[in-house]
Structures are given as structure tokens and as C-alpha cells.
């Protein structure tokens, strides 16, 4: 199976940083995705990796271990706005996600 | 604009009264899926599609078809939906060509079975 872990609930505070983790037990996949969602509303793009390392957009960065199983997203410079659940994909063609992470970010 | 459309958006119906979302993307892009997202389950794959007349069942196909006759289409079809099948639709689509590409959802499609 593709059993795909996020923990349920975070909380931080804006300005801080923080990192939101995804573990996962499969044997192959194309890349890993992850995706901001905010209550209501569709998820959007954040970042995909395929290879193991860090890829940094801006305030966002995502890494990937393939070994280990693992992947995080790191948020920087937390904003209000920033208040939403994140969603992580493995992407072997069809497209597993966890069950998802709701981050609150308190003034 | 680069945008994927759904319609209905809500919908309200009753058990085993066919109906059927369509959803359209405008980026020329190969690979297409449905989803749909409830409470605690996180978003699940219904079906996908790689490219032309070539359709797939993700992880819940049960009760649902699709078509992929053009495109830029994806429809949704539910031949007798029941109650269970209540939930928050979407649709999405990204490119196969390039390794990465985003991955644009719909709006979504509220969906309530009587």
C-alpha cells in the first residue's frame, strides 16, 4: 500500500517557522507533490519533487528523502494568510494524498 | 487565463437520478483526474485519464464513470447515485510532458444525495 502520514493539527506563530512533515511506505513513485488548501476553497500548487534534496520557492521549500520515506514542507517568515491545510501526493501516476495538515498561525 | 471550469458547482439531487459533472481545461494538458474530499479522509482519486480514450480507476471508482472523448473534457458521471456518494468534488489536470508541471484544480462541485 501507499500508507501516506501527515500529522492532524499544527500550530505556530507568524513569523516563525515551520515544518510539516509526510512519511510514506511505497516501493516506486514519480515525484511527491504538495498542495496549500484553505477551508472551502481548491487546492493549489505549492512544489513537486522528484529527486531526494530541497527545492526552495521563496518562503516555501520542500524536500524529499525517497529512502527514508519522508518528505517535509518548511514554511519561513509564517503570515496570517498562511493558515490552511497541506496536503501531500505521491504521484505514480494515479495520485494518493494524506489526509492533510491544518496549520493555524496565531498574531 | 489557464483555468480548469466544473459545473454545477452545487448540486443537489435524489438517489438514483442520474447526473453528471462536466469538467473542462483549457491548457492543452494530457493527464486529467476526478477526486472527491470528505471530512477526515483527505482527497481521494476517483478516475483518471492519461490522455485521449485512455481512462484509469484511482482509488474509489465505484458508482462513478468518466469519458475522455476530447481533451480538453472529463466528465463525471454518476449512473445512480446514492447518499454515500454526498461530498465535495473535484476536478483537476496537469501536463505529462514536463516532470513537475502544476497540477490545476476546479472550483469544486458540491454534491448532496437525498
Known amino acids: 500500500g501507499q500508507n501516506i502520514d501527515q500529522p492532524t493539527e499544527m500550530t505556530a506563530t507568524e513569523g516563525a517557522i515551520v515544518q510539516i512533515n509526510c512519511t510514506y511506505q511505497?516501493?516506486?513513485?514519480?515525484?511527491l507533490f504538495w498542495y496549500q488548501q484553505h477551508a472551502g476553497e481548491a487546492p493549489t500548487f505549492l512544489s513537486y519533487n522528484v529527486l531526494d534534496g530541497l527545492e526552495e520557492k521563496g518562503r516555501f521549500s520542500s524536500f524529499l528523502s525517497r529512502s527514508k520515506g519522508y518528505s517535509y514542507l518548511l514554511l519561513k517568515e509564517l503570515q496570517m494568510k498562511d493558515s490552511a491545510s497541506y496536503l501531500c501526493a505521491l504521484n505514480n501516476n494515479d495520485m494518493r494524498f494524506g489526509a492533510g495538515t491544518r496549520l493555524t498561525v496565531k498574531p | 487565463e489557464a483555468q480548469v471550469t466544473q459545473n454545477p458547482r452545487y448540486l443537489i439531487t435524489v438517489t438514483g437520478k442520474k447526473l453528471t459533472v462536466t469538467c473542462s481545461q483549457n491548457m492543452n494538458h494530457e493527464y486529467m483526474s476526478w477526486y472527491r474530499q470528505d471530512p477526515g479522509l483527505g482527497l481521494r482519486q476517483i478516475y483518471y485519464?492519461?490522455?485521449?480514450?485512455?481512462?484509469d480507476k484511482g482509488d474509489v471508482p465505484e458508482g462513478y464513470k468518466v469519458s475522455r472523448k476530447e481533451k480538453r473534457n472529463f466528465p463525471l458521471i454518476l449512473e445512480s447515485p446514492s447518499p454515500n456518494q454526498t461530498s465535495l468534488y473535484f476536478c483537476?489536470?496537469?501536463?505529462?510532458?514536463?516532470?513537475?508541471?502544476?497540477?490545476?484544480f476546479g472550483p469544486g462541485t458540491r454534491l448532496l444525495v437525498l
Open positions: 483537476a489536470s496537469t501536463s505529462m510532458r514536463a516532470a513537475g508541471e502544476t497540477q490545476y
Open positions: 511505497t516501493s516506486g513513485f514519480n515525484g
Open positions: 485519464s492519461m490522455n485521449v480514450e485512455v481512462t
